[in-house]
DNA sequence: GTCTATATTCAGATAGAC
DNA sequence: GTCTATCTGAATATAGAC
């Protein structure tokens, strides 16, 4: 990009200030500030702070098309699902305001809440045959029955547990950090029934031995 | 209470519009109409909207108290464990927006944010004591150290589900129901380490049949 | 203790020059 | 496409009468 792409640039710094300091707390003055540019400049690019936001939630709805995508296949499910996981990561961490701070901006576009009400069910779909997988593949010895209700959890789990984390440490955590820690967590919904050596692959395959460290009493389950 | 004692319906109206609305999203204006007196005369109560802010947080901090002196005792630990869980989901559904809405209104005072970090602690200490207390009186076959990690994942169904079930929904569903559901969906936390009879029971208990039915797949488990 | 009237502040947005 | 200058509206808060 040889041009600067103001339009871009808006996009990132906003996404980053919103995720950082809570979505009704950035003014566009503060945005303007951060990417040095005149706030009138803002309202060039888009038309209204409202706007910029269904921008950033346009974004979202591409990047979980990505993720989406990611199906158990022909060669190792563990890799698979281990791939599913470091999307969902990523993807807490880069779109965490619009989880957190759906309450405060209200309701998306007709037609963006429609994606985002979709991307729930198919989320929830994806999950239940990655789980399918992993049992037929001998690394999960769940009862049919339980799939669903533990889909649900996994799927709170790994959206929400950042927040508790930051208020139980009270601190500002590495942002990074916190979403790998839903994803331990997330590990847990299983218990026994996710074989030991599929739970440690996991851990070991995304990195996650420092916020295996830092679940309270986790260690002791993965040792 | 013959005295209209206007300063606690200020308090009462004002936790349940933050909790329709988001704590941002509720002006003076409109906490002053739906109280039907003058703006003005909420300034004479409360100083500043921070200032009644700081009150609920108070009151929360007083309700926790309650719910954090339930043990189990030396009866029926099912009976214990279904005051702690009603209690829980009490909490959630009358202070849902302090959970919610934190990342907008930043920190409280240092002597209520010491109690909320307090009480984190505490809430995790105490339902630890409960699970091992299910334990010995053979409802819940739960290795030792998977209680800290189920611990963890219980408190964050317990407080986060609410949200996800709303947004999954789009449309307002009542609000008490919500909480239910995170107790209904708590329980699949432990998978088929709690007793069936022990999750049947429960559930009849505090009256979650509404909630179950509305829980993805719940149903199947239950049956 | 409650009201009406008014002040302050500032975020969100516009107009028009360059 | 970017800037400076300015406007608007709304939300929080104050002053002082009753």
Redesign the pocket.
């Known amino acids: 990009m040889a041009?600067?792409n103001?339009?871009q640039r808006i996009i990132e710094s906003a996404l980053r200030l919103f995720n950082e300091k809570h979505f009704?707390n950035?003014?566009?003055?503060?945005?303007?500030a951060d990417l040095?540019?005149?706030?009138?400049?803002?309202?060039?690019?888009?038309?209204?702070?409202?706007?910029l936001l269904d921008a950033i939630a346009a974004r979202y709805v591409e990047y979980t098309r990505g993720r989406l995508a990611i199906e158990p296949g022909a060669g190792d499910v563990l890799e698979d699902y281990a791939r599913l996981l470091a999307a969902l990561s990523e993807e807490v961490r880069a779109f965490r305001f619009i989880f957190r701070d759906r309450a405060d901006f209200g309701e998306f576009p007709a037609s963006m809440a429609a994606a985002v009400g979709g991307i729930y069910e198919a989320s929830w779909a994806q999950m239940g045959r990655f789980f399918r997988a992993l049992k037929a593949a001998g690394h999960l010895d769940i009862p049919e029955a339980w799939i669903g209700p533990l889909v649900t959890n996994s799927i709170i789990v790994i959206r929400f547990a950042p927040e508790l984390f930051r208020e139980m440490r009270l601190a500002e955590e590495d942002a990074g950090r916190l979403s790998d820690w839903g994803i331990v967590q997330h590990l847990a919904c299983f218990g026994d029934w996710l074989r030991p050596e599929a739970r440690r692959w996991l851990i070991e395959r995304l990195d996650l031995g420092a916020a295996v460290a830092s679940a309270a009493g986790f260690a002791a389950v993965t040792a």
């Open positions: 041009k600067p103001t339009r009704g950035v003014t566009t003055a503060e945005l303007a040095g540019i005149a706030e009138g400049n803002l309202w060039y690019h888009f038309k209204s702070k409202r706007a």
